[in-house]
């Protein structure tokens, strides 16, 4: 199978999936449709509507890890084909790629020691 | 052929771990209760909120789905049995499961309940916790193999697995994985006990039972990959391959479920301190110790 053709499976079995569970959507609509009654649709927050809209309940208290995250997450992206490589370049490559991580791993104990594994 | 071979696998395993589920938390083996428990959700009201983000509510489960179903097609149960053996399988696998926390956060997003958008955001934190955990392991998988080819990964596994290769490699990858999958004690998003449900909260009916068949087609999927990149994929004496691979992952999966079952709930922010503190910086002794390995031992 060549390339394209393997992408176009994949794409088929995606729709595929999707077209599964409308059918299973549209069986459950011939059963019967949802009834509507008062305060069924409330969604669960201890029987109270909250008026707020909720995502102003939530503080993202993870940031600190984000911006680190963004730097690991930016060098996977060089570490794949590096991979793949690897045993061909050698000893050089192990160098190449130890330099950069020692870099990125010192950026961490820095992140470390300025607080940015706790929750703020 | 292979679409249906393979596909089927996924339903069977995904039944058989409903039922394992069912007996460890019941203590009866019903082989029929995931069939009676999917017709009972397609005969119940599916109730939408009032204010919903009806794109985002409706998108979620079957994107679960979806990207399970297609983490599952570039794993090899078979050397031939394979749906798209692509040249970046490995990458490829991330990038579908990359689309986990999409879905979990349209999930929390979706029905404008506090409970929900909880679960949600949580598991954005989550990701930034697991994730590198789940790319780094298998760049040490991809440095043995010289590929991303997933069938090649399973090849260059035919002398020795990399479970024993890479031990290391393969025990953050579990946990990692079971954080991905959102099972206990990772399940920070759904969390019963804090949450009422978290983002399974305002789902019912028929999208529910969607959604909880993507959960466990998620862990059949991750438990494959286990299989593939630590475990020799197809590997093993006597029996076919294609039985090798599927007794190893049923027996991933059933790990992750017990393992489960015996651990409590790790809080959020003890998740990411471990994983960064301790995770990441092994993720990377991984690779170096596998990078030395391949230059020393010929």
Same mark, same amino acid.
Not at chain 2, 17 to 46: C, D, F, K
Not at chain 2, 109 to 136: E, N
């Given at each position: ?35 509507? =009654? ?36 930016? =060098?996977?992206? @060089? ?8 045993? =061909? ?10 330099? @950069? ?20 | ?8 696998? &996924? ?7 409903? #039922? ?45 789905? #979806? ?38 956060? !349209? ?9 929900? !958008?909880?679960?949600?955001? /949580? ?17 040490? #998988?991809? !440095?043995?193999?010289?590929?991303? #080819? ?9 002398? &020795? ?20 999958? %959102? ?31 993507? /959960? ?12 593939? %990149? ?30 489960? /079952? ?37």
């Amino acid at each position: 199978m060549s390339g394209t053709q393997q992408y176009l499976l994949l794409l088929g079995m995606a729709l595929g999936t999707v077209g599964v569970v409308l059918s299973l959507y549209g069986l459950a609509r011939i059963m019967g449709p949802a009834q509507r =009654e008062p305060g069924k649709d409330v969604p669960a927050s201890s029987g109270v509507l909250s008026r707020d809209p909720v995502w102003g309940r939530y503080h993202a208290r993870y940031y600190g890890y984000a911006l680190l995250f963004l730097a690991f997450d930016m =060098e996977m992206a @060089f570490m794949y084909p590096w991979a793949v490589v690897y045993k =061909e370049v050698g000893m050089v490559a192990l160098l190449d790629m130890g330099v @950069f991580l020692a870099i990125l791993f010192l950026g961490l104990l820095y992140g470390w020691s300025q607080g940015a594994f706790r929750r703020q | 052929m292979t679409v249906a071979i393979v596909l089927l696998a &996924l339903l069977g395993s995904a039944w058989l771990l409903a #039922v394992i589920e069912g007996w460890m938390t019941t203590g009866r083996l019903s082989p029929a209760a995931p069939l009676y428990s999917g017709l009972a959700h397609l005969g119940r009201e599916s109730i939408v909120p009032r204010s919903p983000d009806r794109v985002f509510f409706e998108a979620a489960p079957v994107l679960l789905l #979806v990207v399970a179903v297609l983490g599952m097609a570039v794993l090899p149960l078979a050397p031939d049995l394979i749906i798209a053996d692509l040249g970046t399988g490995a990458l490829f696998i991330n990038a579908a499961l990359a689309y986990v926390l999409v879905a979990v956060i !349209m999930a929390g997003w979706g029905p404008d309940g506090a409970y929900a !958008m909880i679960g949600g955001w /949580r598991f954005l934190g989550q990701l930034i916790a697991y994730s590198m955990l789940i790319v780094m392991p298998i760049t040490a #998988v991809a !440095m043995r193999a010289e590929s991303l #080819v997933n069938t090649a990964i399973v090849s260059s596994q035919a002398g &020795l697995w990399n479970i024993v290769y890479q031990p290391l490699g393969f025990v953050l990858f579990f946990i990692a994985a079971m954080a991905l999958a %959102f099972r206990a004690p990772f399940d920070l998003p759904t969390a019963e006990g804090d949450l009422g449900g978290g983002v399974d909260a305002e789902y019912t009916g028929v999208r529910l039972a969607v959604l909880r068949l993507a /959960r466990l087609t998620l862990v059949v999927t991750l438990a494959s990959a286990t299989t593939v %990149f630590y475990l020799g994929g197809w590997h093993g004496p006597l029996f076919p391959p294609w039985a090798w691979s599927l007794v190893k992952t049923l027996a991933v999966a059933v790990s992750m479920l017990l393992v489960g /079952r015996y651990l409590p709930r790790i809080r959020e922010a003890d998740l990411m301190r471990w994983c960064w503190i301790l995770g990441i910086p092994l993720a990377l002794v991984n690779i170096i110790i596998v990078g030395l390995l391949i230059l020393v031992v010929p």
